[in-house]
């Protein structure tokens, strides 16, 4: 099946520090691609792939798990680790918690952690429910396209499948629970007004990474899909920054 256009994973293959990012729920790589550029243009090595089931139709989503999601940026990180000596994890909301994630399961490869508006807990009541309603509701209304810049646009579906956001609490569980595991630093960006994300994914990552130190920026300029908006040169700026600041290398990136 052809991919939607944008929606192409990336990778850049540069110097000895890498950043896998991670892209959100119903999104695709097109959401996170002038991040990704941004930094590889840094001397960066890069690695943003495309969730299973993203990026050409929400039907085809449908057979698709967090755990398969979990699995495409975990092979990501492992594979950057193979050729970087210190790698970070960066994401956007579902890729924010993936990110935090990869943290937890393998604290000795990520040296930080980048978030933008990350998902951590139901903000659909919906979701409560879905494991019953995917047979009765096989989709709902789409989560894309949440930005406040004038013009600019998210690659995405138009639906979300019902059968795969019912796997999504598996995934906030595992990842609220494990919080305290995360030592390597985290840099949490929040946008106020958020049509996707609500405030309590934010706090709960404030009140349970407590063995790790989080810093929290708020994007005031933006809505969800921060890194095509407003603030994206923010965002950009202050991840490269956030790497120079935890990098045994970072004093090596460019500007």
């Given at each position: 099946m052809s991919l939607l256009p944008g929606a192409e994973p990336f990778r850049h293959d540069g110097g000895c520090v890498g950043v896998v990012l991670c892209h959100g729920f119903t999104g695709s790589p097109q959401s996170m691609r002038p991040w990704a550029d941004h930094l590889a243009a840094a001397g960066l090595s890069v690695d943003l792939p495309l969730l299973p089931g993203h990026?050409?139709?929400?039907?085809?989503?449908?057979?698709?798990?967090?755990?398969?999601?979990?699995?495409?940026?975990?092979?990501?990180?492992?594979?950057?680790?193979?050729?970087?000596?210190?790698?970070?994890?960066?994401?956007?909301?579902?890729?924010?918690c993936l990110a935090l994630r990869l943290a937890e399961v393998h604290p000795d490869a990520v040296s930080g952690v980048v978030l933008v508006n990350p998902s951590l807990a139901v903000e659909n009541r919906l979701l409560h429910a879905a494991r019953l309603l995917k047979w009765l509701l096989p989709s709902t209304k789409g989560l894309v396209n949440d930005i406040k810049k004038a013009g600019a646009r998210e690659v995405g579906y138009a639906r979300v499948p019902t059968a795969a956001a019912a796997t999504l609490p598996k995934l906030w569980t595992a990842t609220r629970r494990d919080l305290p595991l995360i030592t390597a630093p985290i840099l949490a960006y929040r946008s106020p007004e958020d049509h996707v994300i609500g405030p309590e994914s934010l706090r709960i990552l404030t009140s349970g990474a407590v063995n790790s130190t989080v810093t929290t920026r708020s994007l005031d300029n933006s809505f969800h899909v921060a890194t095509l908006d407003n603030d994206a040169a923010t965002v950009f700026?202050?991840?490269l920054a956030f790497v120079r600041d935890h990098s045994r290398s970072g004093e090596g990136l460019d500007a």
């Open positions: 990026g050409t139709t929400w039907q085809e989503m449908r057979a698709t798990t967090s755990d398969q999601w979990f699995a495409a940026v975990e092979e990501s990180l492992l594979g950057l680790r193979e050729s970087c000596d210190e790698v970070f994890a960066m994401g956007m909301s579902l890729g924010g700026g202050g991840s």
